[in-house]
């Protein structure tokens, strides 16, 4: 039986149906419109109830991983469609299990965590500072509940992720976007360091996730942080023209954050395969 | 501006609309069907988002009080209905702010916590034990961070309530239907204390917490632990005939939970004026 996606014609999503069809999975892609996508589809906006119903029963997936949300760059951390999408979540996991579905996995945050220790466990202490950050415990926690008599549940929660795809106005897109421009860009010193993952690595083991038992909160990263300033020197050198004005912006808060991925590699044996510098230089090829 | 009431037509919704008309403010009950209600109301289902919006925009009330959710008596702890009360919560909550609402007042539960000791106060783990808690506890997370650039926000985290118009199914009700049938009822031993006050209290003191400027998590209860057996006495004597089979049915657990009334006491200066006896005695008698 399949593994239904949704969010599948998303930024993640894309490299997450290639990483599953990858591993000789049978995957079908949830869409709101019809999208050319290297899987089938089925079409159903998710406030639909009556069209994922339908999907459901026509799709019949073991599986449901859910990586549908609101992700508009900038505006997502504080935006009221996260309490669409936290709702829409919960109508998506009571319609899986109507089908018969036995795991559901869905995809959480590092914002989930209090930001007040660099290095974040699945038990750290689960305090958000945003709207997006609540609304995704939230989710993590009522499904967590609700589907404990009916299926599996496991609940990634994602570090920082960059690569082919990602939507302009994210760190690496817009920054390779302007310096290929030959432009200068205004950008912070850099001086905090974070857990940065390229996105076929994130795909993978989301797709290792998806296929393994593990149930629960997973942290799902590099377990490494990475200096953003050394991001910007990547990317300069990747481009190779155009300059980053370090300092032109304000630094983020806190200094240091990078997710504990024990879980990731001792339970489900996964570890990263791309170098930063390999991603950051086929995430500049494929924007020029 | 009057106090928009949601679940006016319900259980405690009747004994608040009376606690707020008490007080002499203007209230206007949400209904889903029109009802016969102490006051002048609108229609509109919660599912229904252009109703709802529509019912704001004739109201315009300055401050919801939302007391609806799913209560049936036996099924709502774990039944799946708790996440539409979820989403509908969080829909309602938008649909106020964006029609000027500038206070918003939701009804949590002592469920929200952990009960791993007696005595329950606002600062305890919240850490509950089934969906119906989860999803109390998901609605005051998100509605604090959602509402917090919008519109002050108190929730009311309950304690039990009996009283005249209970759903049957609820100890009082339906021990003192059974007794007053004549009817042996089996109970459990009643060994265990909770925290009881009688719904007259409960709707005063919420119209209370409605009026006063308190935010946050707020527990309304009577501060003190009833014994359940206690409460089987009063009972059997305000009906006068029928016997409580004590120790046909399991106690519950855990044997102990008490509310700290702390901030209703001290911040709201609201104190409880019916005994315990005199709430059964008038239950009874309403029942008779």
Redesign the interface.
């Given at each position: 039986m399949p593994v239904l996606v949704t969010g599948a014609a998303g930024f993640l999503g894309r490299h997450v149906v290639a990483a599953l069809r990858h591993r000789g999975v049978d995957v079908v892609g949830l869409v709101r419109h019809p999208s050319t996508l290297a899987c089938p589809t089925v079409v159903a906006d998710l406030r639909d109830a009556r069209a994922v119903a339908a999907a459901m029963t026509e799709v019949r997936p073991s599986t449901v991983l859910h990586l549908a949300w609101y992700t508009h760059p900038g505006t997502f951390w504080?935006a009221?469609e996260?309490?669409?999408a936290?709702?829409l979540t919960?109508?998506l996991?009571?319609a899986a299990t109507k089908a018969g579905c036995t795991r559901f996995v869905g995809a959480g945050t590092v914002a989930e965590y209090r930001w007040d220790t660099p290095r974040l466990a699945e038990d750290s202490p689960r305090e958000?500072a945003?709207?997006y950050g609540?609304?995704k415990?939230?989710a993590y926690?009522?499904l967590?509940?609700?589907l404990a008599?009916h299926s599996a549940f496991a609940w990634m929660r994602y570090g920082w992720m960059f690569g082919p795809g990602e939507p302009s106005g994210k760190l690496v897109s817009s920054l390779g976007a302007g310096l290929l421009a030959g432009r200068d860009v205004p950008c912070s010193t850099g001086s905090v360091s974070r857990d940065y993952l390229y996105v076929e690595d994130v795909a993978d083991a989301t797709a290792a996730v998806t296929l393994s038992p593990v149930v629960g909160g997973i942290n799902v990263g590099s377990g490494v942080g990475t200096r953003v300033a050394h991001l910007f020197d990547q990317i300069e050198q990747a481009v190779g023209r155009g300059r980053v004005l370090r300092g032109a912006l304000p630094d983020d808060h806190p200094p240091e954050l990078v997710l504990d991925v024990g879980r990731l590699s001792n339970e489900v044996g996964w570890t990263p395969r791309w170098s930063l510098e390999a991603g950051i230089q086929r995430t500049i090829d494929v924007l020029r």
């Open positions: 504080h009221e996260n309490l669409e936290l709702a919960c109508q996991a009571q958000p945003t709207l609540w609304t415990k939230a926690e009522v967590s509940a609700f008599p």
